[in-house]
């Protein structure tokens, strides 16, 4: 994800999505170097690109600049639909949907059919 992606979808951010987001990514071990840019886009309102290149590598010295870019667009999405699955009930057929057909391709139709029978 671009950096300009990120720095608008870290700004449609609720603060409730932001603390989510925060929750979600405690549960993880090791180092979070996304958390780092997270941070300094979610302080900084008219981010510079090179400041904040320079900022992060300071915080986080051994982190990747594209990779922490890349994997905290996949994070706050993976994040945004966490979210909406609790509160939505489209969200959450679709998400049960897909372990039926994950269930199907892996041969364990017995599962799949009670699933399904969940879901109607």
Known sequence: MT???LIKLINSLSSSEKRFFKLQSKMQAGTKDYLVLF???DQSKNPDVDLLKKDFKKQSAEGSWDNSCNYLGSMLLDSLV???????IFFDL????QEIRI???RSLDDEAFKQIKKVR
């Open 3 to 5: 950096i300009e992606s």
């Open 39 to 41: 941070d300094l886009l």
């Open 103 to 105: 269930l199907t391709e």
């Open 94 to 97: 679709l998400h049960q949907i």
């Open 82 to 88: 966490r979210s909406k699955k609790e509160k939505n």
